[in-house]
């Protein structure tokens, strides 16, 4: 049997053996199951339809596993499908995380580059309703199914915005999605940006591919990498840890404690930090969950990055997918994970460092700004001279003026802060880190 551990999607693969009850036990367990079969034989009695028993069984399944946890769920064969399906990363639909909750459809995050993202779907958008249908009328299992269809195919949705007074009515065509999980660029050709959308198979793999082929680009060396999670519902554990095993010489990444030996798990890092220590910051969101946040934490446990951005996610547990029969299963909650430090982010989340909210920078207006040149009979600048025995003040300026990346320019609506401002924010702190060695120098 394949062993895989995941998160969000799925996680850690395996066949639980099911142990007897304690004699003292079997009595009250008996009593419960007499009720189960005398509830089910009313109903294929007296309800007003003919109702058969597998379809009856699978909705007490789905009602058991739905009743512990919000991640816990019966997988038919359409489920069981895509687990494979989103961990190789090819699929049809409309490309986003969801999570109902208290019949509440949530959007925990739309992937890179997919229908719902290029519709403007965002973190934390509510589903109101799906061609109509109150969501609030349908379980989890038919709400994804009426999300979900081939390419070329529409779908009408409202939703919830916390930002927003009134309802949004989005329609939106189904596509191919083709997760890309991994994707980079350098900034002033020593800044680089790593992308990661989610965590598949190939997640760990690629981004240590990336990162050598855009250091190899770099005419001046590295000096700083921003590793941007925010969106990224999660994925496969194991690739998680070997995001953070890339940046990390020692210690402990990760730790899973369930009630079987089968969910324990610990994840250690094996020294080799890509970086060599080079500054780095981390980016997150409400959409950062699960692996994302075990990456988020521990860096930032360890040290090894500053955080910014937004509150994430805050989804500490592990679910493992148990197969009961060919093409069912069932996805079961079975331990909580911690980070480094010992920190549980189940329901907290992971707190940034440094907080920066999704701003949007608007074009500036003309310069009308007043300065002290401005002003009438202002003082005349006159720098001091320079020390026989030390170098020229204007030298020193000089030197970190180059440091510092060019002037954005007079359209900040076609600048990088328009565009992305935690970026620009994390890219800044980078270029003022490095200000600061080569003072220290």
Do not use: C
């Not at 142990?19 to 009595?27: H, K, Y």
């Not at 002003?375 to 025995?389: E, F, G, S, V």
């Amino acid at each position: 049997m394949t062993f895989r551990t995941l998160l969000i999607i799925a996680s850690l693969t395996l066949v639980v053996p099911v142990s007897a009850a304690p004699p003292a036990q079997q009595p009250a367990r008996w009593d419960e199951l007499r009720v189960f079969v005398e509830v089910m034989e009313r109903i294929k009695r007296d309800y007003v339809e003919e109702v058969d028993d597998a379809t009856l069984i699978h909705h007490a399944i789905r009602g058991m596993l739905q009743g512990l946890d919000p991640h816990s769920a019966f997988l038919d064969e359409e489920g069981w499908g895509d687990i494979e399906t989103l961990t190789t990363g090819r699929y049809e639909g409309l490309g986003m995380e969801v999570l109902m909750e208290d019949g509440v459809l949530r959007v925990i995050a739309p992937i890179d580059g997919g229908p719902a993202q290029e519709a403007g779907i965002r973190p934390g958008d509510v589903i109101v309703s799906i061609d109509g249908a109150p969501v609030q009328a349908l379980d989890q299992a038919e709400a994804v199914r009426r999300l979900r269809g081939p390419s070329g195919t529409s779908v009408s949705l409202q939703l919830q915005r916390a930002s927003l007074s009134a309802p949004l009515e989005v329609e939106i065509e189904r596509g191919q999605i083709e997760l890309v999980s991994v994707r980079g660029e350098l900034y002033d050709d020593r800044y680089m940006y790593i992308r990661l959308s989610m965590f598949n198979d190939n997640t760990g793999r690629e981004a240590r591919e990336l990162y050598e082929r855009l250091a190899a680009e770099s005419v001046d060396g590295i000096s700083g990498v921003v590793l941007d999670l925010r969106s990224n519902p999660g994925g496969v554990l194991e690739a998680a840890g070997d995001v953070a095993d890339m940046f990390l010489d020692e210690g402990l990444i990760v730790r899973a404690a369930g009630r079987t030996p089968e969910a324990r798990y610990e994840r250690r890092a094996v020294r080799g930090d890509v970086a060599a220590g080079k500054p780095m910051v981390v980016l997150i969101d409400a959409g950062s969950a699960s692996a994302s946040e075990i990456v988020a934490g521990a860096l930032q446990d360890h040290e090894r990055a500053v955080v910014m951005g937004e509150q994430s996610f805050g989804k500490g547990s592990v679910q493992s997918v148990l197969g009961v029969r060919p093409g069912q299963g069932i996805k079961l909650t079975t331990a909580r994970y911690y980070t480094p430090s010992g920190r549980s982010i189940q329901a907290a989340g992971i707190t940034p460092d440094i907080m920066v909210a999704p701003l949007q920078v608007a074009a500036a207006e003309a310069r009308t700004a007043v300065r002290e040149a401005d002003l009438i009979r202002h003082l005349r600048n006159t720098d001091l001279p320079a020390a026989d025995d030390g170098e020229p003040e204007a030298a020193v300026n000089d030197a970190l003026r180059a440091l510092q990346a060019p002037a954005l320019g007079d359209a900040p609506e076609d600048s990088l802060a328009a565009e992305d401002y935690a970026l620009h924010e994390a890219l800044n702190l980078l270029r003022g880190i490095r200000i600061m060695q080569a003072r220290a120098r």
